[in-house]
């Protein structure tokens, strides 16, 4: 087994973390801005993975893996690494891998140069992680669908561009009745809620989205009638694998932060991190770190190379999402006062870890996922 990284890769990942953290060194105070995504374009964040001649980098899931790592390690701000990361595997993937060449054509440049920007509409109130059963309908009218519903929880959706839909087709076929659509901000019948309030990941704008008899051409359906559930399957293998190497990014530098704390902060007349209470949960934050990286690269290279590698994924999801939360929790702890400080950006570590065992599947449904792919 090779745990080597290529020059490429180590020179990407390096480029990205020095550009990350001089760039984007300070805490938000608000949302991030266009200014700022715009950078994250010039750095090709948000086309990674997306095929270089629609203009993105063309990177295979472990190499894409490696670089929001290092985005993740060097950017304060985990909002816009999210919704960059949300963009990339939500948005522009499901075009690259699914939408008729037109469609590419016209929308994928903009993905990746960062001119645009994506959002993935699935999520509704009712339905929750029951993620297909859907009240939104698309129904046919000649050349185009109409849409009526409502998604609960779009992020970037009070500043997208466009956004990738789902919607059901056909209520009797059940998942086989979904389908994917394309949606532009300025078509009629969209309407946009107001930004929704979150305890992490505040500078990812997120709102409700309506569809009032809102006409999609049907040049902007994603596959076939019927496909959008496994269009979104997909979707989420991206998502599941990829976008959570920024938690890895973020545990790296919540780690790095914290000894450097331990050994100049004396107390009893000796630093820190010569306590042995403190010393070993600083072990334990190490050991959570390094399992969720095994788990998460080898789920990135099986997904790479073309394996089933759903339950590697789900392995990786559910111990990097559980390891960022327990790992803010410890580095509030050994921080004390200045842990929930929130001019000092331990807690936002820790609030920005939280909605990671939520979406792109709960830890329960993770769970769920492990056992069904164990055949019990």
Known sequence: MDFSWSQEQDASYAQVLMEAQKAFSSLPDQFWTRAQWQQCGALHLPGLSVPEHYGGRGYDPLTTARVIEAFGRGCEDMGLVFSIAAHLFACAMPIAEHAEEALKRRFLPGLCDGSLIGANAITEEQAGSDVFALTTRATRDGDAYILNGQKSYVSNGPVADLFVVYATTNPAH??????????????????????????????????????????????????????????FTHSMQWERSCLFAAYIGQMERQLERTIAYVKERRQFGKPLGKHQAIAHRLAAMKLRLESARLLLYRACWAFAQGQHAMLDISLSKLAVSEAAVLGGLDAVHIHGSLGINSEYGIEMMLRDALPSTIFSGTTEMQYDIIARELEL
């Open 174 to 231: 059940g998942y086989l009745g979904i389908t994917g659509f394309v949606v532009e901000r300025d078509t009629p019948g969209l309407v946009l809620g107001e930004p929704l309030r979150k305890v992490g990941l505040t500078s990812t704008p997120a709102c409700r989205v309506s569809f009032e008899s809102c006409r999609v051409p049907l040049a902007n359906r994603l596959g076939r009638e019927g496909q959008g559930a496994a269009v």
